[in-house]
Structures are given as structure tokens and as C-alpha cells.
């Protein structure tokens, strides 16, 4: 009789304590989403309104611009803020955050809800979510797939006069260039000449030191003419792979590009300061990620049909791109957990994602990509799918911020700064990633 | 009988606390007082830098709390002495230091001494003059970002009007040798009024009757330029190059606006490159040397520098 007592008085407890755990879940949360601010950021604020509708939560978001995103948001995560519910980190973050407990790891919930990392572009798993890189250890949704390409003046391109003195210059048709060289010939070619009555320029390339500009930039010549972060059998073993003979070439190549071809004053540019150096008609070619382009289709100069679209070109060590992007985490901080996964939840849906992609957002979801109306449903969507075949990213290590500002001094001090050769520049930069692995203990 | 300010407080203090505070002794009553400062001082300037001299003999990054901090000894203070390019950062801070000072206090001299006499609309001027100290640096910083750009920039448009080459020929802030060039003009703009207003205390303070003695001994104006008003006036340039000695020391909005370092790291100034390697590269204790080393370089010289400016006083 006792105990029966004693097992109703338990029961009732924990219906009342379930009771009370489901009427708390079921609680109307503001949940905080933290990202860049860009124009895919305001494109995912309107897409969010619908889980608003769904879900009875209501959504606030902090924005901080590129120069300051890994600064301010860096910052919070290692301060065990929380202020963000929900990150949308850069993919190099991964590393650190999931060694230092910041985001929450998701393979019980994915596993729970359904969702598999098989339906996502695999670069976009291996780049946004996966860490350790290569096993199944998920930290973040794929949430926005991006990519280093480029966007050059269609409408010069086909002007008939360009087109015969390119004709007579090169020996060759004026057309989006398969080669790095190429790319570097059409640069010089446009480089002082006048068009439309205006003095126009080559190319606008990533130059920027303070953050993760001239990196993204140059990575893309690098690994086009053969250089690797590491021994693909030794991993952390740099010297002859960062420094190889490829790779010197390919920094070079880099060197050569800014010498010849870059508007002046382009010492420091990183993505907005291409974009507008593009949209005001200053250059024939922009590199820049993918994220711009459904704004420069929609710009009332450059768009609508005057611009076109190319993957990076290939070099003679191989043809990669420069991965971009990022995934959606949920915050180890937040008291809001539950209702941060069911925002994930939510966003996975290939509806919503359909959707995200429609409003400018770049899916990482095959069954948004893979669709056979994906490749034309936007001038700018093959290129999309070619980049994201050939990408390749920094190194996504706890320590990357101090590999990235090791790489950041080294490349701006030979490229812009003009100050030493390129071989030096990289035997001083695999010094440099030596004694930070050295002080991560990784020998 | 008028009753004294210390006697009506006395009066209006409660009974209550009255008799408490009787019982203690001035100097109790006198750390009653002082205590609450001494505590706030301790918490938020000594403390931190009893921890930050802690911190610099570890190997403790504040990105990484799971992971243990080791003891490294005098290692993070031998690989900064010995950095090469720790030095580089140094020498661009020296050249910063350097010019911005001399620039200032000769310019800062001349328009204070300009302004002393008295003319018409010199108090407008005054003002008009002070204009550029009360912005932002991050304001000054941007704008002169534009006025420097070489194919819109209304500076190079005028270099180029006067010297007949071509605007967009050269970049102040993209070029290795213009770019520390660049960051001085903009400081010395900036910061020249600073200095004239102290210049011009200065001035305003030495007692017309000495000049009119030195009239009366028919000593000539370039005489009484030297042995008169410079000597009064060194004081206070003393004091002004101390201000914004230690100001440029640790200046960073304004360079960072402008240049960000660059180009490589022409403009990488001492406290620039400190906080990349505090709070980009989370280098904790390596970054806690290095501001160790920092703050006795910049307390060392200060001392010295107040010493000699008291003999200065003195004389």
C-alpha cells in the first residue's frame, strides 16, 4: 500500500513534471541568429519570417560586417556569451569551436529528425559541418554554399571594336578565359583603355590585410599552380608543399596580376570594395564569392545580361576555387537550444530551401542543386555549380586565425608591399605555420 | 557671528553618524574616504596587471579555455626581442613617433605664435584651426581614406595640379614609401591644434612687463624670441610633445582606418600589431609580454622625460 502510495505520488510528479518540461518547450522563445552582415543575410531575415508563422517564436538578428564578423563574433563565443541562440560561424571556425565547446554537436539530432549529410554537396559537409574533417562528426548545417569566382563585362567583351583589337593582340577571340594566364592577358588588355569615353581597368582582386582578404584571394592562383597546405601522407609536414616550386609560381602569378592590372589605390580591397570598383564600371573583371551575383544581375549598370559569369580558371598545377561559405550552428550557450534546432530543423526542409535559394540565398542541398531547372534558373547558376566542384579551404584548425594572420602578413608583405621574392615569402610563412603547430603540439 | 562652512556641515551630520565617526581618528576617517578609490584602482588597473605579468610567462591563449596553460618561462619575451619583424613594427612606431612630434610642435609653435597677436577674427581663426581635433579618429581615418584615393582623391588631385603628374599616378596609402608619410600628415592635420592651444597657454601666460624691459634695454625681437618667450614656452612644449608622445605611442584607430598596417607592414605600428596577436591570433600570454614590454619602454621614457621637464620648470 505504501509503495503504491509512494509509485502514485511518482507518477504524478513526473506527469507533472513532463507537463510542465512540455508546456516549457512549447514556449514561445526570441531566438537571436548571428551571421555576417551582406545581402544573403537579409535574404534569409524574410525567409525566416516563415518560421516565425510556424513555430510562434519570433526571430532577432545581429548582423556584423565582413571586416569585423570574426573579431566581434569570435569574441563572444570565447567569452561564453549569449547573445547569439544560433551562428552562422565561417567555415574555418569549426575547428576551434567544436574543440572549445562552443557550438553543439548535432549527430543525435540530426539522426533523430532524419536529416543526413548525404542530400548536402559533399565539399559543403567536409567545408561547414564536419570536424575532425573526414569523419562523421557534425557541428553545423550547410546552411549557405559560396565560392570564389569571377564576373567579368559581358557587354564589353562583345563590343565588336575590343573584340578585334583583343583579335589582334593575342591572336586569340575574346571570351571568359579557361587559363590563369588567359585571365592575366585579358586583364592587361582592358588595363588603361577607354571605353565609352572612360578610363577603364583590368581586374579587381582580393588585396585586403587587416582580415582574410588577400588570402581568399591569392589561394585561388595557389592552387592552381600546385600548392598544398601539407603532405596529403604526412599531415602537418609544410616544407616543399607550401613552398614548392608550383606554389612560388603561383604567388608570382599573383604578384604579376596586382602589378599589371588592378586599378590604383587597390591596395586594400576585399569583397565590397570590388563590388563597387565592378558596379561603377572601373574594371572589365571582379573576383569575388558567389554571394554577389544575384545583386549584380539585379544592378541597373551591370546587370541584366551585361555581365557574365566564370569559374576560377585553371592553372598548370590543377583547378580548384577558393570555398566560401558557411554552416548553421547552434550555440552551446544559448538556454534556447531546443528552439535554435527546431529553426534547423526547419531550415533543412527542401521546401525552405528551395526557397532560400530562390530569394538569393545559395542552398548547399543536392535536391536544390541536382534539380535538372537549377542550371538555368539564373545566368549565374552554372557557374555556381562548376565553382562547387573545384573547391578547396584554408585550413579549418583551432589555431586558423593565427595560420590565416601568418598568411595575411606574408602574402601582402610580398604582393603589395613588394617587399622580398616569393620564395622567401613562403619559406618565411612555413616558418611561421611550423611554430604555431609546433605550439599546438601537433609534432 | 557668521558660522563657518566646516561648522554648518558639522551641524547637519545625523546624530547617529556623528557618534559613530567620533570615535575614529582623522587619518581613519581620511582612508574612509580614500578607500573606495584605492579599491577600484586595485580592481580594475593593478590587479590586471599583476595578471597580465603572469600571463606573459604561459603559453595561455584565452580562444582555447580547455586547454591546460604551461609555464614557459622567459620564452615569450625572447621570441619577441628576437622577432625581426616585432622590430620592423618598432621602427615604424619610431618614424610615426618621430615626425608626427616635430611637425606638430613646429607647426602647433608657428599658429600659436601667429594667433598671439592679436588680430582681427583671430578668435574665429582659433576656432576654425581647433576643428580637426574634435572629430573622431575613425572619422579622420576614412575620410582621409577618400581624399587619398588616387583616381577621386582630392589630395593627390592637388600633388598633381602642382607638380603637373598624373593623380592617379601614386597611391599615399598602396605605396611602400608614401604610405608612413601618409599616416603622419593625417596625425600632424589632426592633432596640430592640440599642441597650438597648449603653445598658445603658454604664450598668453609670459607677463608683457618682461617684454617691455627688454624693450627698455633695446634688446631686438629675434633676442627676445630666444631668450624670452621660448624659454617660457618650453614648459609647456615639453608638455605638449609628453601628450602626444604617449598618445601616438599607442595610436591605432586612426592607422587602422587608414591603412589597416599596410601596405605589408609599412604601418604596422606597435599597438596594432598587439592587439593582432592578442585578440586575432588569441595569443594570451605571448601578447601579455609583449604589452609587458611595451608598458615599461613607455613608463621608462615617460619618467625620464617628466624628470627633465621638472628641471626645465625649475630653471
Known amino acids: 500500500m505504501k509503495h503504491s502510495i509512494l509509485n502514485s505520488a511518482a507518477i504524478a510528479g513526473l506527469a507533472i513534471g513532463a507537463g510542465l518540461a512540455s508546456s516549457a518547450s512549447a514556449q514561445a522563445d526570441e531566438l537571436t541568429l548571428c551571421w555576417a552582415a551582406w545581402d544573403p543575410a537579409n535574404a534569409l531575415v524574410e525567409l525566416s519570417k516563415d518560421f516565425e508563422k510556424q513555430s510562434g517564436h519570433t526571430m532577432k538578428f545581429e548582423f556584423v560586417p565582413w571586416p569585423n564578423f570574426a573579431d566581434r563574433m569570435l569574441n563572444e563565443l570565447n567569452s561564453g556569451g549569449q547573445l547569439c541562440d544560433l551562428m552562422i560561424g565561417d567555415s574555418q571556425w569549426i575547428g576551434g569551436s567544436a574543440e572549445s565547446g562552443h557550438y553543439v554537436k548535432l549527430n543525435d539530432f540530426f539522426e533523430q529528425e532524419g ?32 565560392v ?35 585571365l592575366k592577358d585579358i586583364a592587361a588588355f582592358f588595363q588603361g583603355r577607354e571605353i565609352d569615353g572612360r578610363k577603364v581597368y583590368g581586374a579587381a582582386i582580393y588585396t585586403e590585410r587587416g582580415s582574410e582578404g588577400i588570402t581568399m584571394g591569392v589561394t585561388n592562383a595557389l592552387y592552381n599552380y600546385g600548392f598544398q597546405y601539407d603532405n596529403p601522407d604526412k599531415p602537418y609536414e609544410l ?42 564600371g572601373q574594371v572589365a573583371l571582379q573576383m569575388n564569392f558567389a554571394f554577389i551575383w544575384p545583386g549584380v544581375e539585379a544592378d541597373p549598370n551591370v546587370g541584366g545580361g551585361k555581365s557574365g559569369y566564370f569559374a576560377n580558371p585553371k592553372g598548370p598545377g590543377g583547378h580548384f576555387a577558393q570555398l566560401g561559405g558557411q554552416g548553421i550552428s547552434v550555440v552551446a550557450y544559448s538556454d534556447k537550444q531546443d528552439a535554435a534546432l527546431e529553426y534547423i530543423k526547419w531550415f533543412a526542409q ?26 538555368s534558373s539564373q545566368p549565374y547558376a552554372q557557374t555556381f555549380l562548376d565553382s562547387m566542384a573545384i573547391v578547396k579551404d584554408f585550413w579549418a584548425e583551432p589555431a586558423y586565425a593565427s595560420l590565416l594572420l601568418a598568411m595575411q602578413d606574408r602574402v601582402h608583405d610580398y604582393v603589395i608591399a613588394g617587399n622580398g621574392t616569393a620564395q622567401e615569402a613562403l619559406d618565411a610563412l612555413v616558418e611561421d605555420w611550423t611554430e604555431i603547430f609546433e605550439d599546438e603540439g601537433k609534432y | ?88 613594427t618598432m621602427q615604424a612606431t619610431a618614424h610615426f613617433l618621430f615626425w608626427t612630434i616635430v611637425l606638430q610642435v613646429l607647426i602647433g609653435f608657428t599658429l600659436a605664435y601667429l594667433i598671439n597677436k592679436k588680430f582681427r577674427g583671430s578668435d574665429l581663426w582659433t576656432t576654425v584651426i581647433v576643428l580637426p581635433m574634435m572629430l573622431s579618429p575613425a572619422v579622420v581615418g576614412n575620410f582621409w581614406t577618400f581624399l587619398y584615393q588616387p583616381q577621386i ?163
Open chain 1, 350 to 375: 527542401p521546401e525552405v530551401q528551395q526557397k532560400w535559394w530562390e530569394s538569393g540565398g545559395y542552398s548547399a542541398l543536392k535536391a536544390v542543386v541536382e534539380d535538372p531547372g537549377f542550371a
Open chain 2, 1 to 88: 557671528m557668521s558660522i563657518k562652512p566646516i561648522e554648518r556641515a558639522a551641524s547637519a551630520t545625523p546624530q547617529s553618524v556623528a557618534r559613530k565617526v567620533r570615535g575614529l581618528s582623522d587619518r581613519a576617517i581620511a582612508w574612509l574616504f580614500v578607500a573606495p578609490t584605492i579599491l577600484l584602482l586595485l580592481a580594475i588597473n593593478i590587479f590586471p596587471l599583476i595578471w597580465t605579468v603572469r600571463l606573459s610567462f604561459t603559453n595561455f591563449r584565452v580562444n582555447r579555455p580547455n586547454r591546460e596553460a604551461d609555464f614557459v618561462g622567459l620564452r615569450n619575451y625572447e621570441r619577441i626581442l628576437t622577432d625581426g619583424d616585432i622590430w620592423v
Open chain 1, 115 to 146: 536529416i543526413t549529410m548525404d542530400d548536402f554537396i559533399p565539399a559543403t559537409v567536409t567545408g561547414y559541418a564536419e570536424w575532425p574533417k573526414g569523419t562523421p562528426n557534425y557541428w553545423a548545417l550547410p546552411a549557405f554554399g559560396d
Open chain 1, 239 to 280: 616544407d616543399g608543399f607550401v613552398n614548392s616550386e608550383g606554389a612560388v609560381k603561383g604567388l608570382e602569378f599573383y604578384k604579376e596580376l596586382y602589378d599589371c592590372c588592378t586599378p590604383p589605390g587597390s591596395s586594400d580591397w576585399y569583397m565590397s570594395e570590388n563590388i563597387d570598383a565592378y558596379k561603377s
Open chain 1, 148 to 182: 570564389v569566382g569571377w564576373t567579368y563585362r559581358k557587354d564589353w567583351f562583345e563590343k565588336p571594336e575590343i573584340q578585334e583589337a583583343f583579335k589582334e593582340e593575342y591572336g586569340r577571340d575574346l571570351k571568359a578565359p579557361e587559363t590563369l594566364e588567359e
Open chain 2, 153 to 315: 582623391g582630392l589630395f593627390n588631385y592637388v600633388v598633381g595640379f602642382l607638380s603637373g603628374t598624373d593623380p592617379s599616378g601614386f597611391s599615399m596609402i598602396g605605396e611602400v614609401a608614401l604610405a608612413p608619410w601618409a599616416i603622419v600628415i593625417v596625425d600632424t592635420w589632426m592633432w596640430t591644434p592640440f599642441v597650438m592651444l597648449i603653445c598658445l597657454a603658454g604664450l598668453r601666460s609670459i607677463p608683457e612687463s618682461i617684454y617691455e624691459a627688454a624693450e627698455c634695454d633695446r634688446a631686438s625681437k629675434w633676442r627676445q624670441f630666444w631668450t624670452i618667450t621660448i624659454p617660457m614656452v618650453l614648459p609647456f612644449l615639453m608638455l605638449a610633445v609628453l601628450f602626444r608622445g604617449i598618445e601616438n605611442f599607442k595610436m591605432f584607430d586612426l592607422v587602422v582606418q587608414l591603412t589597416g598596417g599596410g601596405p605589408g607592414s609599412t604601418t604596422e605600428l606597435t599597438s596594432i600589431n598587439l592587439k593582432r596577436e592578442a585578440f586575432e591570433k588569441w595569443r594570451t600570454g605571448y601578447a601579455s609580454a609583449y604589452a609587458v614590454i611595451l608598458f615599461v619602454t613607455v613608463f621608462g621614457l615617460a619618467s625620464i622625460y617628466v624628470k627633465a621637464l621638472n628641471k626645465v620648470k625649475e630653471r
